[in-house]
């Protein structure tokens, strides 16, 4: 079967290859893989400038839905036939702090599917029982595919930063992840404000049609004013880092209220200035993430099945992987949102 293979660390070393067939070990699962998303992390091992533990080669791809095509030896509660889709991390060390603290997302040994294990960009994917989740019905394979982003974003604000009814959430960045973070924010009855660039003004009125009370361009709106305007002089009470810009990271820390939250989700391309001292002049509490917990799987799915996020929406693209150079120069040039590529 031909799978989209990192053959080698470094930059490029990526192309569509005949890999055998995987078959399902024990306590595996082998999914018949419908659709997978392109992730702005697919990009880094593309250009092999990505943090995290990569072994070439590898079949890329961890953002996929399918369909379960064989069971392994020792499943049980789980069927042939059934829709679903999949959590990323394989292997944890077990042993750190994070893993001991049920934080294993945030594991330095974690061993991700499409970085260490063969991954979705592929015909059939196997992966271990335990990180299955059905797909809800209505949720079809490209909408499913988002599940792990989505999950990304539950875990964030759900289980970190924190959201409650009534607050104003800023967010910088209307790109996939701004976008279903708008959409988490407003399930949890918040306010939501958003900005982006000149160059961001389709994504910025997807982001109105997703719930978005007001959009607004940096190169041309005062967003830290307007923030302020519409809290009585008080500024955002949570705001969320959705772009990696260092210029989004400065802004959020003068548009966040006094004692409010800042979220950083977004992966700067290398170290830059930030006036850190307004962190403590303001008592802001400040949060990181990274990646998801199966919690987090769990709200995201039931995000989805209620119909309180919309993923398909984000999608602008579907190819068949074969399509695989053109789809990552087209989202690397931003000319798509979401891509999702469908093995033929
Ligand atoms: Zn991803
Ligand atoms: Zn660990």
Not at 154 to 181: D, F, R
Not at 254 to 273: H, V
Request: charged share 20%.
């Amino acid at each position: 079967v031909k799978a989209l293979v990192k053959y080698a660390p470094g930059a490029g070393n990526v192309e569509l290859r005949e890999v055998p067939k995987p078959s399902p070990g024990q306590g595996e699962v082998l999914v018949a893989v419908k659709a997978t998303g392109i992730c702005g992390s697919d990009l880094h091992i593309y250009h092999g400038d990505i943090q995290l533990l990569l072994r070439p080669p590898v079949v890329m791809g961890h953002e996929l839905a399918g369909v379960i095509a064989e069971l392994g030896e020792g499943v049980e509660g789980l069927h042939v036939g059934q829709r679903v889709t999949c959590e990323t991390a394989v292997h944890t060390c077990g042993y750190c702090w994070a893993c001991r603290t049920g934080w294993y997302n945030a594991c330095g040994q974690k061993e991700l599917l499409g970085y260490i294990y063969d991954g979705g960009f592929a015909p059939y994917c196997a992966v271990p029982a335990r990180l299955i989740h059905p797909l809800p019905e209505g949720v079809d394979f490209v909408a499913g595919a988002l599940s792990e982003p989505l999950a990304c974003c539950v875990h964030a604000i759900g289980e970190l930063a924190g959201v409650q009814a009534g607050e104003t959430v800023l967010i910088a960045g209307p790109g996939a992840i701004g976008l279903l973070s708008l959409q988490v924010a407003r399930a949890g009855g918040a306010r939501v404000l958003i900005c982006g660039t000149a160059a961001d003004q389709g994504r910025l009125a997807l982001a109105r049609e997703l719930g978005a009370s007001e959009t607004m361009v940096v190169d041309t709106d005062d967003v830290v004013e307007r923030a302020r305007e519409l809290t009585r002089g008080d500024g955002a009470d949570l705001f969320i880092e959705c772009s990696g810009a260092p210029a989004a990271a400065r802004l959020g820390l003068e548009a966040t209220r006094r004692c409010g939250r800042y979220l950083q989700i977004g992966l700067a391309s290398g170290p830059f200035e930030l006036d850190l001292a307004r962190v403590a002049y303001k008592e802001l509490r400040v949060f990181g993430s990274l990646g998801q917990r199966w919690s987090a799987w769990h709200r995201a799915l039931a995000l989805l099945e209620g119909g309180l996020v919309q993923t398909r929406p984000l999608v602008s693209d579907v190819l068949p992987l074969s399509a695989w150079r053109e789809a990552f120069d087209r989202f690397e040039r931003k000319e798509a949102m979401k891509i999702v590529l469908q093995p033929v």
